[in-house]
């Protein structure tokens, strides 16, 4: 795991699973479909983003290929040149 998915996948225990260590994040699997997060949760994930690795997210950035999957977000920072 990079520190960039580690970053990314604690964040999300912690603001959307609460912590629970029994819930499984797979990489490949959708943050949304497998309820882990909603739309709701998604603009949190972004502004979170933004926050952190000092980025500005487009409003037509905002589509499943760059959110939906920690893999998708991972690839997604590196085209915005986060390393």
Sequence with gaps: MTD???????????????????????PEVSL????????TGVLELVEF????????IEDEELVPENLETIRNIVDFLGTKGVS
Aim: net charge negative.
């Design 32 to 39: 949304i479909e497998s309820g882990v997060m909603d739309s």
């Design 4 to 26: 960039i998915q580690k970053i990314i996948v604690d964040f999300i225990r912690e603001n959307f699973i609460m912590g629970r260590s029994d819930v499984v994040l797979d």
């Design 49 to 56: 983003l933004e926050a952190t690795y000092g980025i500005k």
